[in-house]
Structures are given as C-alpha cells and as structure tokens.
C-alpha cells in the first residue's frame, strides 16, 4: 500500500485532527482569557483598556520567546516515544523543568524592567500610569505560564492533549470569577481596577501551573517515564539539546509577530481609519489562525513520532498531510473572506470608511490564508524533524528583509498605504511557506539525526 494513498492521507488526517481539534481549543483559551480581561477592564474606563491594550502586546513579544523554549519538548518527547526510549521521555520533561525555571525567570525580569520604559513610548500619563504597574504584575506571571507550558508540551508530546485543553478552558471562568472580585471589588474586595486583571491573571495562571503539574506527577498515568530518576544527575547534554531547539523556535515566532507589530505602527502612520481597518482584518486572520497553529502542534507530535521509527515514507506522510490539511482548509477560511468581506468588518464597527478598506485588506487576508497555514505547519514539521536553525533565518529574511521593506515601499512609499503593507506581509508569509515545503521535501528523504 502507498504512504501516498487516498487511504493513508484520510488515515493520516484523522491522526492529525485528533491531536490538533484539542490542541487548537485549549490555545484558544489562552486567547480568551486576554479577550474577557479587555471586555471587564473596558468597562471601567478608556484609560484602562488602553493600557492593556499596550502591555497585552508588550507581554507577548516578549513571552513567545519563553513559548519557543517549551517548544522544544514535543518532538523530543514523541521522537523518543517513537523509537521505543521511554525512559528518555522522563528525562527531557526533568531537564525541561529546569530550563524553563531558569528562562521564565529571566523572562519575567527582562518584562519587568521593560516596564519601567514605557513612560518613554509617548503614551499618556494617565495610561502610562496603568501600564507600568500591570506590566510589572503580569510579569510574574511569565513563571507559572511557561511552567505550565512545560508539562503541556509533555503531555502533548505524548498525544495526550484532552487534559491541558480541559484546564486552559476552565482556566477561563477562575479568571473571569476573579476579575469579578479583583476589578470591582465584589464580595468585600477592594477595587483594583486594571491591576486586579494582572493579579487575577497571576492567580489563574498559577493554578494552571499546579493543576498541569499535578496531573502529570500525582495521576499515576505517568510514574513509569521517572521510574529510577530520583538520583539521576542533570542531563547536560539533554538540555543542550533543549535550548539548540528552544531558542530558534522562540525567534521564529518572534520574527513572525514583531513583524506584525511594526506593520500596525507603519499603518499607523497612515491615519485612525487605515489603522481600525487594519486591526479588523488581522483579528478575524488571528481567528482562523489558531486553528492551523493546532495542526502545526499537531505535525510536530506526528513528525516526530514517525521519525523515531526511522520509517522515511511514514515520516513524509505525516509532514506533508499536515501541509495538505493546513491548505484545505485555510483555503476554506479565504473563500469565506472573500465572500463575507463587506459583513465580517460590520462586526465590529458601523463607520463606512473604515468598513470599506477592511473589506479590500479581507481580499488580500483570503490570498494568504493558503500561505499563511503552510508556513505555520512548515515551521511545525520541521520542528518534528529538529530542524529549527534554517527555518528561523528564513522566516527573519523573509519578514524582516523582503516582507517589512516591500511593505513599507508600496505603502508609504508608492502611497498604497494598509494595501501595500499587507502586500508585502503576504510576499513574506508565501516566501516562507514555500521555503519550508521545500526544505521538508528534502530532509525527510534522509532522516539520519538521533
């Protein structure tokens, strides 16, 4: 039978969407969580929300470096399950640990310091007020993120992804509860306004942290991948292993994003109505997005797992059905931008202008949706193989080098304003997807790494 069969891709696909369909959920609700904070901390004021506004994308630029780290432990995880080497499965979960200690720390400094430099981004000082001491409190809750983080990427690792999913969605009514008590002081709590979203955030994040831990130390479904480790010495060379993957999956996503970032403040440039156009386009893009990231999470397990049989035509079939599944269906999500592109933007403004130019950027978002989801599983399935180095010089070459360049030429440059720039971030996001495809296609015909 043919690794490249009607059969094996359906096969193959189910295997995927297993994985991916919780995977995606429980990321959408850590999306969720900044979404209800908004929706609570705007009800007390403009200020406020503002200054959660700029601190939510402080915070996650520099987050997603801590994110890469724990990136790293899905496919060592599923390349050892794969090659029959439990034991070792054990081992990078310990050494994680300790990485991701170390590294959330020092994230968590890195954002508080980064904190007391916004009084010096020309914000207001009403709003500037607000930021600095959320950022502070939501620095702290850097740790207890990237440690939950750490022991999901285990599970996961493992195609056990239900029980994260469970905690990310529960995780979502704690919060919203203690918003409820913390912002406006209900049940004989002082009100705290914006900063009792970051402790609520904390708090939530703290026991997603112990509840994920738990579960894997205290469940007993676990017990056999540590049998004998109680007085193993530190793994130096696991956890080289660990950061030669972490860092770059951290830069890949960080090259990605801050791209996305400088694109806002060039449109920015261009005026209210070009910038609110933008920002509507994006979200709704952001959406469909998450769903792809799930099989990008997804391709990373599967990859992984077939590469640890060293079995090439199984190992391609799962990076390139995950390729496949990503293409269909973002194509599906392009069909419904171009179609819905005059009533999506309706959604979230009633100005006509800007309805308008959303509309013309949700033509654009519908091009690259295809782009969009095979560069975010190139990036996965090449993570599978381990390979992270040449992926992270690619995607800053492309977004940094050509994307950004060619976007701020067409749209400040040639005067196609929002147009141009997304221009040019579709040119990156297709460079990348084609590049990824293409190193996959050939790394997998050889796979010799251990």
Known sequence: MSYFSLDTIKSESRKLLKLAVPVSIGQLGHVMMGVVDSIMVGKVGAAPLAAASLVTGLFFLILVLGFGMTMAIPPLVAY?????????????????????????????????????????????????????SYMKILGASAVPMILFQNHRSFVEGLSDVTPPMIIAVAANFLNAFLNWLLIFGNLGFQPLGLDGAGYATFATRFLMML???GYVHLSGKYSFYFAGQSNRKIDIKMIKKIVRLGIPSGFQHFFEVSAFSFAAVMIGWMGTVELAAHQ??????SVTFMIV???SSAGTIRVAEEAGTH?????????????????????????????????????YISNAEVIEKASVLLIIAALFQIFDGVQASGLGILRGLKDVKIPMITTFISYWAIGIPLGYFLGIGIGLNAVGV????????GLVAATLSLRFNFLSKNILYD
Request: with cysteine; hydrophobic share 55%; proline share 3%.
């Open 311 to 347: 079995i090439i035509e199984r190992t391609r079939t799962a990076g390139f059905t995950a390729l496949l599944l990503s293409a269909s269906i973002m194509a599906c999500n392009g069909i419904m931008f171009f179609l819905l592109r005059k009533v999506l933007p309706e959604f």
């Open 422 to 429: 997304w221009i040019g971030l579709m040119t990156a996001l």
């Open 293 to 295: 990231m799930g099989i």
């Open 211 to 213: 509840s994920m831990i």
């Open 80 to 132: 050892d399950k794969g090659s029959g080497n439990i034991k070792q499965c054990g081992i990078v979960l310990r050494e994680g640990f300790i990485v991701n200690t170390f590294y959330s720390l020092l994230l968590m400094m890195i954002i508080v310091l980064a904190a007391d430099l916004i009084p010096y981004m020309n914000q207001t000082p009403e709003v500037t007020s607000y930021a600095v």
């Open 280 to 285: 509507i386009a994006l979200n709704l893009a």
